[in-house]
């Protein structure tokens, strides 16, 4: 047996949180993979005691970890899994990193990279590549819009498409545009901020310009697409989840030979009025099994805003499994009370 070794690291460049995770998450699945390895954290510092052959690996682990957060920004459960259970995922996107390809999609304003930053987005850019129509589901954060736009730049930059179509359906919690102040573009712009957003990050302003006038790029609401046919396009339908079943097929019966669709929503926010379906969820359903269309499920392991965006995300969503759980129960209390025999 190697001698007993204790080892001192410093955690320098990434905030510990964000290394070890919530209430040490990340750091406790470091521990689960080495039990023989006693692995102590406190601030900024980490103290690994046991076998030296042991204490060896577990520190090589770690510093992988931290050059993954310093190199993606972003340090994830599923990551830190892949990397325990040595999966070649995890070594390729660090490889991919170093040789400025694979998960950079392209490069942005003065030179900034434009990286896919989780698993499920490296996923997204794959699904993309080798399917013409994609489902991006997810809830907010997650990064749908941002890589959508990103493959939709690239795809223009590259020469593969000659236009850029960018919709979204113009409803935001039951809202009518028709009571909002301005003209119809003032009305409008402000459901297609994100859209802006994204492309103010990767096109220069004076490039940007002349692709929006010369209609290379476009962003229209969802009911200007009626009736058009678009080819050779890169079209991206955001926050589908606010697109009736008739909106969502009229837009999946636009697209011509040569076109490439992304179609993002989040199930867990529909916005349209009560008496009103979401044509998502019955794409998905109806859709899935045909050749050429993927499906791409994106979590609050994805999410790159604040930290605490994650957290609320599940929280929302165990209240969202309790409330669920709670309507069954009634329902099951209802129909036992409505078969029963009355004296």
């Known amino acids: 047996m190697d001698k007993t070794s204790e080892i001192n690291l410093t955690v320098e460049g990434v905030e510990p949180i964000e290394l070890f995770g919530e209430n040490n998450l990340k750091l406790n699945l470091l521990r689960k993979a080495f039990p023989?390895?006693?692995?102590?954290?406190?601030?900024?510092?980490?103290?690994?005691?046991?076998d030296k052959k042991d204490t060896q690996e577990v520190?090589?682990?770690f510093e992988q970890m931290v050059r993954y957060l310093k190199e993606h920004q972003e340090l994830t459960t599923h990551t830190v899994e892949d990397l325990l259970s040595g999966s070649n995922l995890f070594e390729s996107r660090l490889q991919s990193n170093n040789s400025?390809?694979?998960?950079?999609?392209?490069?942005?304003?003065?030179?900034?990279?434009?990286?896919?930053?989780?698993?499920?987005?490296?996923?997204?850019?794959?699904?993309?590549?080798?399917?013409?129509?994609?489902?991006?589901?997810?809830?907010?954060?997650t990064g749908k819009?941002?890589?959508?736009?990103?493959?939709?730049?690239?795809?223009?930059?590259?020469?593969?498409?000659?236009?850029?179509?960018?919709?979204?359906?113009?409803?935001?919690?039951?809202?009518?545009?028709?009571f909002l102040p301005g003209d119809l573009k003032e009305k409008i712009d402000p459901y297609l901020r994100p859209l802006?957003?994204?492309?103010d990050d990767m096109i220069p302003a004076d490039k940007l310009a002349q692709f929006m006038e010369s209609r290379m790029i476009e962003i229209a609401p969802l009911a200007y697409m009626r009736?058009?046919?678009?080819?050779?396009?890169?079209?991206?339908?955001?926050?589908?989840?606010?697109?009736?079943?008739?909106?969502?097929?009229?837009?999946?019966?636009?697209?011509?030979?040569?076109?490439?669709?992304?179609?993002?929503?989040?199930l867990s926010q529909i916005d349209l009025p009560r008496n009103q379906r979401s044509g998502l969820a019955q794409a998905i359903n109806i859709l899935g099994h045909i050749h050429g269309i993927a499906k791409i499920e994106l979590n609050a392991d994805d999410v790159?805003?604040?930290?605490?965006?994650?957290?609320?995300?599940?929280?929302?969503?165990?209240?969202?499994?309790?409330?669920?759980?709670?309507?069954?129960i009634i329902r099951k209390d209802d129909n036992h009370i409505d078969g029963e025999d009355v004296a």
């Open 36 to 50: 023989e390895v006693q692995i102590t954290s406190r601030g900024n510092l980490l103290k690994l005691i046991g």
């Open 100 to 141: 400025q390809d694979g998960n950079i999609i392209l490069y942005g304003r003065e030179g900034k990279p434009i990286r896919a930053k989780t698993k499920n987005q490296l996923m997204m850019v794959d699904a993309v590549d080798k399917h013409d129509i994609v489902f991006a589901i997810g809830p907010a954060g």
């Open 59 to 61: 520190k090589a682990k």
């Open 227 to 266: 009736g058009r046919t678009l080819d050779n396009s890169f079209i991206i339908l955001d926050e589908a989840q606010n697109a009736t079943p008739l909106q969502i097929k009229m837009f999946l019966t636009r697209l011509g030979p040569s076109a490439k669709c992304i179609i993002n929503g989040d």
């Open 304 to 328: 790159v805003r604040h930290r605490l965006v994650k957290e609320i995300i599940k929280a929302y969503s165990r209240d969202q499994d309790r409330r669920s759980h709670n309507e069954e």
């Open 145 to 178: 819009t941002y890589t959508a736009v990103a493959l939709a730049v690239r795809a223009l930059k590259n020469r593969f498409v000659k236009k850029i179509v960018l919709t979204r359906p113009a409803v935001e919690a039951g809202e009518s545009l028709g």
């Open 196 to 199: 802006y957003d994204a492309l």
